[in-house]
Nanobody, 125 residues
């Protein structure tokens, strides 16, 4: 059974850090790129990080570049999103998703074929 399970969300003060995890099961992460997306209330889901299956290619939007870092541990079948210098506007539900085979890193949601259930991140004092 395919599963992507996010964890690590929570409440953090502005300027703080969080590390999200995305644990994959039912498939081998080595063959797939993974993306992180977020969705705030009343807003569209937006991509915040993507890493290719090989790990040698990453992509970030300007809004998080320099603050968010995606990484992967294929031995643990897990992808991480390290978030630092968090801002209130980073508040959202964060999702990880599996990139379709042979697709380059993009933030087009149609390029992803499987999604986790999401984890809430709230940045507030």
């Amino acid at each position: 059974q395919l599963q992507l399970v996010e964890s690590g969300g929570g409440l953090v003060q502005p300027g703080g850090s969080l590390r999200l995890s995305c644990a994959a099961s039912g498939f081998t992460l080595d063959y797939y790129g993974i993306g992180w997306f977020r969705q705030a209330p009343g807003k569209e889901r937006e991509g915040v990080a993507c890493m290719s299956n090989s790990g040698d290619s990453t992509k970030y939007p300007d809004s998080v570049k320099g603050r968010f870092t995606i990484s992967r541990d294929n031995a643990k079948n897990t992808v991480y999103l390290q978030m630092s210098s968090l801002k209130p506007e980073d508040t959202a539900v964060y999702y990880c998703a599996r990139l379709r085979r042979l697709r380059p890193c993009v933030f087009d949601r149609l390029a992803y074929d499987f999604w986790g259930q999401g984890t809430q991140v709230t940045v507030s004092s």
